[in-house]
């Protein structure tokens, strides 16, 4: 069944660049739609009616998702995984070692460069983070160890759940770049044994971009400092000081992305309507025969671990990503990622200059993926 109907682009293009952000569906923008046109009123802010609705819809959001994600505590909006990472980064009270890998995207690296006392990387393996690397690594002295889900560059899924025992038997906190997990897997945050979470809601989700978010374990809520400061956060202000509301509210201060929120909703609904399961059988479907195809090409090098989501990087002898990705617009009209995916210690090694990467999505068929393997054939035919 083709979903061109829910997402109208897909009649225009072919669009293979799902992992830096998903199409969204028409459902999540009619519900934008009509919240600015039905809804007023701010969150958490007044005793009206409008208000009131307001926020009510907003919360219904925050525990639909925190079912979805299996939050056991809280559920924090922010506006992408990178300000959640960052919140992390700057409001965690660390007293000890932070651990982080050479496959993390750049949110989930620079600002443990900047933050962290002592910081120590854990090197991966062709796309691959393996527990035991972790154990020469963590020790008594670690405060953190935070790692990605799944890999924006190899679509490589990593073991998320070996990796928190071994930080928790030292007394560290776990912390999952969720980014390319959430709403590509059946993701369960307390299961997994995570004290955060980091998400997007622009990939995976399927909803508007400006839209993510942190969960935390009550434990880390009570000692992690609030990023910003402000309306909504704090209930009470005297010239000797302040004190903030309790969690979530006083993560959020300042005026939410209200419709991204209500649109999240929606996209949420959509994405459980059909599937979390179904969904990731016909994108990793896909992404494995673009593997298999890509790798029988001559000239071309495919980076893709066994256990992969639809993510496909690879790169053409003698040819610049950028140019590929350009070539692939121009001649087929398909939309691709080109570069270091601002994760360039993981290309460190294997594909320097970078890759060209193709991520599948569930609005994905074999159609785009014949148009998209008869173009780079074409590309290489160039030369």
């Not at 924090?76 to 660390?94: D, I, Q, Y």
């Not at 001559?298 to 003698?318: A, I, Q, Y």
């Amino acid at each position: 069944m083709g979903l061109s109907d829910d997402f109208p682009l897909t009649e225009e293009v072919v669009y293979l660049d799902s992992a830096a952000t998903t199409l969204t569906p028409v459902s999540a923008g009619d519900a934008m739609k009509r919240f600015t046109e039905e809804c007023g009123g701010n969150y958490g802010r007044g005793s009206h009616r409008l208000a009131r609705d307001v926020t009510r819809r907003y919360e219904n959001v925050r525990e639909e998702l925190s079912g979805f994600l299996g939050v056991e505590d809280h559920l924090v909006f922010t506006k992408n995984s990178t300000e959640a990472l960052n919140a992390c980064a700057r409001g965690l009270p660390l007293d000890g070692a932070v651990v982080t890998t050479t496959l993390e995207h750049h949110s989930n690296l620079v600002p443990w460069m900047r933050h962290a006392d002592e910081l120590r990387l854990v090197e991966h393996r062709g796309g691959v983070l393996r527990p035991g690397d972790f154990e020469e690594v963590v020790d008594d002295d670690t405060a953190l160890v935070t790692v990605t889900q799944v890999s924006n560059v190899y679509g490589s899924v990593q073991p998320v759940e070996d990796i928190g025992e071994i930080a928790h038997d030292h007394g560290a906190l776990f912390l999952i770049d969720g980014a390319q997990s959430a709403g590509h897997l059946d993701v369960d945050v307390d299961e997994i044994g995570a004290d955060l979470f980091a998400f997007s809601g622009h990939k995976g989700l399927l909803g508007p971009q400006g839209t993510g978010g942190l969960a935390m374990t009550e434990a880390v809520a009570a000692e992690l400092e609030p990023l910003l400061l402000g309306g909504g956060g704090v209930h009470s202000v005297t010239p000797e000081g302040y004190g903030l509301e309790p969690a979530p509210q006083r993560f959020e201060s300042g005026t939410p992305n209200l419709p991204g929120v209500i649109g999240l909703g929606a996209s949420l609904d959509y994405l459980r309507d059909l599937g979390v399961k179904r969904a990731r059988r016909i994108s990793r479907r896909l992404g494995i025969e673009a593997g298999e195809r890509l790798s029988g090409l001559d000239g071309v090098e495919v980076f893709r671990p066994e256990n992969s989501t639809g993510v496909v990087s690879f790169s053409l002898d003698g040819w610049n990503p950028h140019d590929v990705a350009s070539l692939l617009d121009r001649i087929g009209s398909v939309c691709v990622r080109s570069g270091h995916h601002c994760a360039i210690p993981a290309l460190k090694g294997s594909a320097e200059e970078g890759t060209v990467r193709a991520s599948f999505a569930l609005y994905n068929d074999d159609d785009d993926l014949d148009t998209f393997l008869e173009t780079v054939e074409k590309i290489l035919s160039i030369t």
